[in-house]
Nanobody, 125 residues
Framework: QVQLVESGGGLVQAGGSLRLSCAASGRTFSSYAMGWFRRAPGKEREFVARTSRSGGSAYYTDSVKGRFTMSRDNAKNTVYLQMNSLKPEDTAVYYC??????????????????WGQGTQVTVSS
């Protein structure tokens, strides 16, 4: 089992940056592909980014390409989401999630086994 804890959220002005972290417990962290999702008020949870077990590949939803970068440090059992040029529409609760299957791209939340509790990101205009 993997426990995930996100941190790094907060309030930022449009155009600003934040870096989210997701710390994982357990010695098998490197055996999971990892994803970031977000849920805006009144909306469904949506896929943001995903990285492979090794961190060698990363995939992004179109709306964040060129602005967000996902990375991982398996030695520290941590994944990151660097968010630049933030927009008000990025406002949401952000969740990290672990997927036992290292398939190239999986965007459906139901494919992910473990979830963190979420961290709030608010971007003011």
């Amino acid at each position: 089992q993997v426990q995930l804890v996100e941190s790094g959220g907060g309030l930022v002005q449009a155009g600003g940056s934040l870096r989210l972290s997701c710390a994982a417990s357990g010695r098998t962290f490197s055996s999971y592909a990892m994803g970031w999702f977000r849920r805006a008020p009144g909306k469904e949870r949506e896929f943001v980014a995903r990285t492979s077990r090794s961190g060698g590949s990363a995939y992004y939803t179109d709306s964040v390409k060129g602005r967000f970068t996902m990375s991982r440090d398996n030695a520290k059992n941590t994944v990151y989401l660097q968010m630049n040029s933030l927009k008000p529409e990025d406002t949401a609760v952000y969740y990290c999630a672990a997927d036992q299957t290292d398939i190239r791209l999986r965007t459906n939340p139901r494919d992910y086994t473990y979830w963190g509790q979420g961290t709030q990101v608010t971007v003011s205009s």
